[in-house]
T-cell receptor, first 117, second 114 residues
C-alpha cells in the first residue's frame, strides 16, 4: 500500500514570492506521482505528473516538481506566485503495477496555499 | 470530450430522504471513483470500479451508502436514508491505466442534508 504526507496544511505567501509545497510518500513498489489543484468550489485538476524519465517535471501555470527517490519526496515549486494561485493543492501517488491498490490514487491531506497582495 | 459529468450539481434534502447522485465518466475510461470531501475529513475515497465491477468499497461509510455501475457510461451513488452528517461535496472521477492512472474529476455534487 502507499501513503502520502503533505507536511504543511497551510502556506501563506506574498505575491511574486517563491513557494514550495512539500510532499513525502511511502510505497513498497515503484510509483507514479501527481499534483492536483483545487480552486474554490471546483473539482480537482491535474497540475503535473511524474511517470518516468527526468526527475524534474514541469506542469501548468508555471509549477514544477522534482522527484527524489532516495528521499521519497515530490515537492512542488513555483518561483513567483500570483494571487490566482490561491487554492488547495493535493499530492497523490499510485502504484505502477500490481498490488491490491493498483489503479487507484492515494491522496495527501492537502495544502492550502494563500497568496497575499 | 465533455469530461466527467455529474448531476445534480447541488442537492438539498431533508434528513431521512433518499438521495441519488449520478456520474457519466469519460468515454473509454475503465476506472470510476467516488470521493467525498468535507472540511473535517478531507478527500475520502468511497468506492471504485474497474470495467463496471466494484473493486474496493472499504471507504463506504455504512450500509446507508450504495453505488452501482450498470454500464460503462453511468454510475450512481445512493444514500438511503440520508443524515445531516452526509452533507459534503461528492466527486466522481474516471481514469485509464495507461498514463499512470491519472484521474479526471467531475465538478462535484454539493449535498446538504437538513
Amino acid at each position: 500500500a502507499q501513503s502520502v504526507t503533505q507536511l504543511d496544511s497551510q502556506v501563506p505567501v506574498f505575491e511574486e514570492a517563491p513557494v514550495e509545497l512539500r510532499c513525502n510518500y511511502s510505497s513498497s513498489v515503484s510509483v507514479y506521482l501527481f499534483w492536483y489543484v483545487q480552486y474554490p468550489n471546483q473539482g480537482l485538476q491535474l497540475l503535473l505528473k511524474y511517470l518516468s524519465g527526468s526527475t524534474l517535471v514541469k506542469g501548468i501555470n508555471g509549477f514544477e516538481a522534482e522527484f527524489n527517490k532516495s528521499q521519497t519526496s515530490f515537492h512542488l515549486r513555483k518561483p513567483s506566485v500570483h494571487i490566482s494561485d490561491t487554492a488547495e493543492y493535493f499530492c497523490a501517488v499510485s502504484a505502477d503495477a500490481g498490488g491490491t491498490s493498483y489503479g487507484k490514487l492515494t491522496f495527501g491531506q492537502g495544502t492550502i496555499l494563500t497568496v497575499h497582495p | 470530450d465533455a469530461g466527467v459529468i455529474q448531476s445534480p450539481r447541488h442537492e438539498v434534502t431533508e434528513m431521512g430522504q433518499e438521495v441519488t447522485l449520478r456520474c457519466k465518466p469519460i468515454s473509454g475510461h475503465d476506472y470510476l471513483f467516488w470521493y467525498r470531501q468535507t472540511m473535517m475529513r478531507g478527500l475520502e475515497l468511497l468506492i471504485y470500479f474497474n470495467n463496471n465491477v466494484p473493486i474496493d468499497d472499504s471507504g463506504m461509510p455504512e450500509d446507508r451508502f450504495s453505488a452501482k455501475m450498470p454500464n460503462a457510461s453511468f454510475s450512481t451513488l445512493k444514500i438511503q436514508p440520508s443524515e445531516p452528517r452526509d452533507s459534503a461535496v461528492y466527486f466522481c472521477a474516471s481514469s485509464v491505466l495507461a498514463g499512470g492512472n491519472e484521474q479526471f474529476f467531475g465538478p462535484g455534487t454539493r449535498l446538504t442534508v437538513l
